[in-house]
């Protein structure tokens, strides 16, 4: 009780806002169901629609899981494929997209923490406000006689606003069944069972410092845009003097359209700064500290939202964009397809998966050069299995996938003895001798398979003796003095 008469005192921020779970607990305490703090969804919501650190996280998370494509992949061998099943998802509702289911789940789930979509009809989906959905659960035995909690569905209850039914009614309290409805919550809230929790629960101080700095700034601009000031008088004066001073002071010099003007006083009046300028506080590294703390807990880097410089060692864009892709949002797309696949009909209990495909998202595409090398390594990776004795589908999928058990031996057809011998074999299955020539004239029968050229085709060389000092036509020459070939 003492901490709902806390929650009720004070309608601005309360500790129990940094997490929701322990106050919903503590206020609601009931097990078997499970709500959104409603406190906790409307700071979250103030947030995104006035804190620009937030909105602009928010989007970039949206930005890039609203670009991907759902596919269907088999599990045995990963490959991705598309039919007529995916249509309920591609065309959630009328004149909806797939990236715009993606994109109103990523709001919700960063604002709420939890995604309610439910199929109303076989090719209508029906976006429930998180705010306004509980969790019904109930404890269920084992065959051992041991409990567990599981959903039992949702109940939807929108506030009562006007005549039940009239224009501004958001519909009657309905319940939905747990098949019905898909529930995606990335965060787990550490103290439900089911529900999820927001990025920004753990950073609501941290949104509350910003904002304030924020206002700082607003009211330095609105009273002077310069220091406060402190002016007095030696001699004492009276009340109404001291409002009509005021009053003076502040049309005077008072605002932007004020600044920097020049300070006329009265006789006997001593000004004094007393407040310290934007640039003596710190100001712009103070409000930068907080922005990054807010952009930490959102996994979004500062660099693609501006706030930080594409230069420097390990900033390049195509890094930090891949990181992100890898660290966030992989995590994020596999999550989500879990959630939504109880949605698309005709699904397999096995075997079959709903997935994504981000091959053609831009920003997640590599250099020109690094793309090009990318594929000559993966032409070179198919063309030694394909050596290897792989077919080529298989060898195809493993480099994609990056997995190797997808190789398969390509079948090697047996030797066929039936078949007519050729001619380059004998009838023994040897090679016949080939036909050579040679140069030289030989011996008849001199050796197997010898050719003589035909008579007259080139000169031949006079037979003589061999020796190798006459050259073959017997005058070797004669010897001479020593003496005579030292001159």
Not at 273 to 299: D, H, P, W, Y
Request: charged fraction near 20%; aromatic fraction near 8%; glycine fraction near 10%.
């Amino acid at each position: 009780m003492r901490l709902l008469d806390r929650m009720l005192s004070r309608s601005d921020y309360w500790e129990g806002m940094s997490s929701g779970a322990a106050v919903l607990t503590t206020t609601y305490g009931s097990p078997d169901r499970e709500s959104i703090l409603p406190q906790l969804t409307g700071a979250a919501q103030a947030s995104f629609g006035s804190n620009s650190p937030v909105f602009s996280a928010i989007m970039v998370r949206i930005s890039l899981l609203s670009q991907a494509v759902f596919r269907l992949q088999s599990v045995a061998d990963k490959k991705l494929f598309g039919d007529q099943r995916l249509s309920i998802l591609e065309h959630p509702w009328p004149d909806g997209t797939a990236g715009d289911l993606i994109g109103r789940c990523e709001q919700d789930v960063s604002l709420a923490g939890n995604a309610f979509i439910w199929k109303a009809a076989d090719d209508l989906l029906v976006r429930l406000r998180p705010e306004w959905v509980t969790i019904i659960s109930e404890l269920v035995p084992d065959p051992l006689g041991r409990q567990y909690r599981q959903v039992l569905g949702y109940w939807f209850d929108p506030p009562k606003l006007g005549v039940p039914g009239g224009p501004m009614s958001f519909g009657e309290p309905q319940f939905f069944t747990a098949d019905e409805v898909a529930h995606w919550a990335p965060i787990p809230d550490p103290s439900a069972s089911f529900r999820g929790m927001s990025w920004l629960t753990p950073i609501i101080r941290d949104l509350a410092a910003d904002t304030g700095l924020t206002d700082y700034k607003v009211k330095y601009l609105s009273n002077a845009a310069s220091p406060n000031l402190l002016i007095r008088y030696t001699q004492k004066l009276q009340p109404g003097t001291i409002d009509s001073l005021r009053e003076r002071m502040q049309a005077r010099y008072g605002g932007v359209d004020n600044s920097f003007k020049t300070l006329v006083l009265d006789q006997g009046a001593d000004a004094t700064v007393i407040g310290n300028s934007l640039q003596q506080m710190n100001f712009e590294s103070v409000q930068q500290a907080g922005a990054e703390r807010i952009l930490g807990a959102a996994n979004v880097p500062g660099v693609l939202i501006g706030m930080e410089p594409l230069t420097g060692v390990g900033r390049a864009y195509v890094e930090v964009v891949r990181r992100f892709a890898d660290f966030w949002a992989t995590p994020q797309w596999a999550s989500l397809c879990g959630a939504l696949q109880k949605l698309v009909p005709g699904m397999p209990p096995a075997g079959i998966r709903l997935w994504y495909d981000d091959t053609d998202i831009s920003a997640l595409q590599e250099g020109g050069m690094q793309q090009a090398q990318i594929n000559l390594v993966h032409a070179q990776a198919l063309l030694t299995l394909a050596q290897a004795g792989y077919t080529r589908e298989s060898a195809v999928e493993a480099v994609r996938s990056s997995d190797l058990t997808q190789l398969e031996a390509a079948e090697v057809p047996p030797p066929q003895f039936n078949n007519p011998v050729p001619p380059e074999f004998d009838q023994a299955g040897m090679p016949a001798v080939q036909q050579t020539q040679h140069l030289l004239p030989q011996a008849p029968g001199s050796g197997p398979g010898v050719k003589p050229l035909p008579a007259g085709s080139s000169p031949r060389l006079a037979i003589g003796t061999t020796s190798p000092g006459d050259g073959g036509n017997s005058t070797r020459p004669s010897g001479r003095v020593a003496a005579v070939r030292r001159n």
